[in-house]
Every structure is written in structure tokens, then in C-alpha cells.
């Protein structure tokens, strides 16, 4: 699981050979959940909501990096590292 990034205990990864739409992984703990890039909406499994807000926040404030690192895995190429959330 290529991690792009870690804050708070969450972690936040993206597969390449991943299905559409376009999403990246959160896990916290024993938590996961997969999360749309472009709505945000959990397209599979659950976190706690107050995690849950926090990767959506963070999901705001990169969702040009998460597209990109998408469009990366797509051509199996290096993903970026993508800021924590401060």
C-alpha cells in the first residue's frame, strides 16, 4: 500500500491498480475507509467522525495533489508525498 501520507495516527494510501472512481485509503487503527477524491463521499468502510472530519479536511486542502497522485498510480509511476495535516 503506497502511503502518500500520515498525520494523527491516520494514514493515507493509494493503490495502482486501484478501481474507479477516482479515491485514496484511510486507516486509523483497526479503521479503514475509501474515500472520492473529487466528493468526498466514503465509497467503502467507516472511521470514526471525528477522523472521518479530518481526513475530509484534508481531503479539501489537496484534492489537486490526490488527483495527480491518481493520475500517477494510473501510469504506475512514483507517488508524490502529499502534506500532513497541520
Do not use: C
Request: hydrophobic fraction near 40%; glycine fraction near 6%.
Amino acid at each position: 500500500m503506497p502511503e502518500i501520507s500520515r498525520f494523527l495516527g491516520i494514514i493515507i494510501a493509494m493503490y495502482y491498480n486501484d478501481h474507479a472512481p477516482p479515491h485514496f485509503h484511510a486507516k486509523y487503527g483497526d479503521f479503514e475507509a475509501v474515500i472520492a477524491i473529487d466528493t468526498g463521499e466514503v465509497v467503502e468502510g467507516h472511521l470514526p467522525p471525528r477522523v472521518l472530519g479530518l481526513v475530509q479536511e484534508w481531503r479539501e486542502y489537496h484534492r489537486a495533489e490526490l488527483t495527480e497522485d491518481w493520475s500517477l498510480a494510473r501510469d504506475r509511476k512514483v507517488l508524490k508525498r502529499i502534506e500532513p495535516l497541520e
